[in-house]
């Protein structure tokens, strides 16, 4: 228990600036995005973020071997630093070329919002025993709702000031404040910089990659992780293509996303303190990923039936509450029985590239229905039905496996 107090108010800190940061950036690439390309190129962005986060799946293997978790985590604040303020910087002073920095605004925001939080919950697994996980993650993931919603409040109140490309240096100013806090959170876990490093650099340790392939436990995460992904990928196509119907202004239109996102940080936050805990205590992690699937299916039905901006942003609300509180912290606690490398390099397979895989399934599986001319509304739903069977079969079967595990270990 020694610490343990300082490493989760620091936790919380960190996780706080990360996703305030993000839920500052996420209205401006949304509004941006359906400015200049609207909701038909979206399943190609998808499919574009997808290559571009393997690629750096690849990177932060081979990196995190050489340099330490605090160094990683910290550059990669500096470096969406400087590219928040370029980003800025050309889409206010040459306009006419909007296209190409927003396109690219996107891919960096995507990156952003599953490198970061990735790298940060990895941190985390490798400084938090099991018990101390089941009883202090709960405390750490409401920096992250806090966060989210404070950068939606900020948001709102900010576009009709300054408009929506001056919050990309918001942004910058928040992550400049970050870089100091994992030398003091990852200093305080671990102690000497050489004990890490010559745990991350044996040669006998599989990459992530094969670790998803050959080890049972990291498999079902994956395969939960991706089916989620592409659930929430078609109900994002879903949602962007009712909120361009309605015609709204490129400010206001950033202003209805920052509230959407107020909205679900306030459901996160009422499940986090209410729920939560309760559930991870009495049943465990598995018994939280069970609710996300269900409501995703009621939610499917209903967008059928009412597809309406109402439907939109209670919906939208609702399923991204759950994911960033419920969700979240139920995913984190799956991580917690592996090794120190299994930690960092399977995660950053699966948060980064896995994770984005989904965005690229989905995108082609949209490219191709609009290619075949088909009925994409239809086509959506009952694909979305297959996935959700998929997706609670693997929760069911990882919760029968630990059981079993468990149950060999008493005997």
């Known amino acids: 228990m020694k610490n343990i107090y300082l490493r989760s108010f620091l936790s919380f800190l960190l996780f706080f600036l990360i996703i305030f940061a993000y839920y500052i950036a996420k209205p401006v690439r949304n509004s941006l995005i359906l400015e200049w390309l609207g909701p038909t190129k979206l399943p190609m962005i998808y499919l574009s973020s997808s290559f571009i986060t393997l690629a750096a799946a690849i990177f932060f293997e081979k990196k995190i071997k050489k340099i330490s978790p605090r160094d990683l985590i910290a550059i990669c604040f500096l470096i969406f630093v400087a590219l928040f303020v370029g980003t800025g910087l050309v889409l ?86 970050a870089v100091p806090f994992p030398y003091l959170l990852i200093g305080s876990f671990h102690g000497e910089r050489k004990k890490v ?100 299916l009621v939610a499917l039905i209903m967008l059928k039936l009412y597809p309406n901006l109402n439907m939109v942003v209670f919906f939208w609300a609702l399923l991204g509450g759950i994911t960033y509180s419920l969700q979240q912290v139920s995913k984190e606690n799956l991580y917690v029985p592996l090794s120190r490398f299994q930690k960092y390099v399977s995660k950053a397979y699966i948060d980064t590239f896995i994770y984005r895989a989904g965005d690229g399934i989905a995108g082609i599986y949209l490219m191709v229905l609009a290619f075949m001319q088909i009925q994409s509304r239809s086509n ?26 468990k149950q060999e270990e008493m005997e």
């Open 92 to 177: 206010i002073m040459l306009p006419t070329l909007g296209l190409v920095p927003t396109f690219l605004l996107y891919m960096f925001i995507s990156f952003f919002g599953v490198a970061t939080p990735a790298l940060f919950w990895a941190c985390c697994n490798d400084s938090f025993s099991e018990k101390e996980a089941v009883a202090f993650y709960g405390f750490v993931g409401l920096g992250g709702i806090l966060g989210g919603l404070a950068g939606g409040i900020v948001t709102n109140y900010l576009v009709k000031i300054i408009g929506t490309e001056s919050l990309l240096f918001v942004c910058a100013g928040i992550l400049l404040i």
């Open 197 to 296: 490093l010559e745990d991350y650099s044996k040669k006998t340790v599989k990459n992530g990659f094969q670790m998803v392939i050959t080890e049972r436990h990291i498999r079902v995460i994956a395969v939960i992780v991706i089916s989620m992904t592409i659930i929430a990928t078609f109900f994002d196509f879903q949602y962007q293509g009712i909120i361009n119907q309605v015609g709204l202004a490129k400010d206001i239109r950033t202003a209805l996303f920052a509230k959407i996102f107020t909205y679900i940080n306030i459901v996160g936050i009422v499940i986090h303190l209410v729920f939560t805990r309760f559930i991870l205590k009495h049943f465990g992690p598995l018994g939280g990923l069970l609710p996300l699937p269900i409501i995703s």
């Open 380 to 405: 959506i739903f009952w694909s979305t039905i297959v996935l959700i069977g998929i997706w609670l079969y693997f929760i069911i079967s990882l919760n029968i496996n630990n059981k079993s595990r």
